[in-house]
């Protein structure tokens, strides 16, 4: 089974400072993993993906996390934080089972990153 | 590039209405997406389609609702009859296939939300 859990629900730094937005996932079959923003009134957007290649991924706006299969995270992190980031984030998991040809694809409850000035 | 196309942005009916949403995804994507979202419930995957063909509607919550895809260029999501507790923001996404693997190691493309109220 798979699960994608993010510990914050809402997280709050100041302008400049670094950003940590923690995911904790569980999969029984190798995993793809990606964070998304969603700005207000707007879609997701794809900030950045882990799909087995390196560790550490970098994405958009500086943003980037590191997969640590040991510990079943996937933190997203910035080291300093923008007025413009303040959004909604997600991490999804999403993988193949076995003797499926479909995946699934679970989404995160969301982290809302404010920014204080 | 254009992007997914939802219609309409904002819909308000009352409860026992059909509802129609679109959505017309990315030229060349091959995967589409639909998502309801609430804040109860946060971003909940209702059904995915590949080559027009539903591949996984489990998240579909109940026969009122049904979506199709004609066509690679157009979807739409209907509920019929609607309730209050439809009112969400339903998100439809697209994605292609760029990597042997299946759908899960490609991003997905989001339009901006149809907003929908059932009063």
């Known amino acids: 089974a798979q699960s994608v859990t993010q510990l914050d629900s809402h997280v709050s730094v100041s302008e400049g400072t670094p950003v940590l937005l923690r995911c904790n996932y569980s999969?029984?079959?190798?995993?793809?993993l990606f964070w998304y923003v969603q700005h207000p009134n707007k879609g997701l957007q794809l900030l950045l993906k882990y799909t087995s290649a390196a560790t550490l991924v970098k994405g958009i706006n500086g943003f980037e996390a590191e997969f640590k299969k040991s510990e079943t995270s996937f933190h997203l992190t910035k080291p300093s934080a923008h007025m413009s980031d303040a959004a909604e984030y997600f991490c999804?998991?999403?993988?193949?089972?076995?003797?499926?040809?479909?995946?699934?694809?679970?989404f995160g409850s969301g982290t809302r990153l404010s920014i204080r000035p | 590039d254009a992007g997914v196309i939802q219609s309409p942005r904002h819909e308000v009916t009352e409860m026992g209405q059909e509802v129609t949403l679109r959505c017309k995804p990315i030229s060349g994507h091959d995967y589409l997406f639909w998502y309801r979202q609430t804040m109860m419930r946060g971003l909940e995957l209702l059904i995915y389609f590949n080559n027009n063909v539903p591949i996984d509607d489990s998240g579909m919550p109940e026969d009122r609702f049904s979506a199709k895809m004609p066509n690679a260029s157009f979807s739409t999501l209907k509920i019929q009859p609607s309730e209050p507790r439809d009112s969400a923001v339903y998100f439809c996404?697209?994605?292609?296939?760029?990597?042997?693997?299946?759908?899960?190691?490609?991003?997905?493309?989001f339009g901006d939300g149809t907003r929908l109220s059932i009063l």
């Open positions: 996404a697209s994605s292609s296939i760029l990597y042997v693997g299946g759908v899960g190691n490609q991003p997905q493309h």
């Open positions: 999969s029984s079959y190798s995993p793809s």
């Open positions: 999804v998991v999403s993988a193949i089972p076995g003797g499926s040809s479909a995946s699934k694809i679970i």
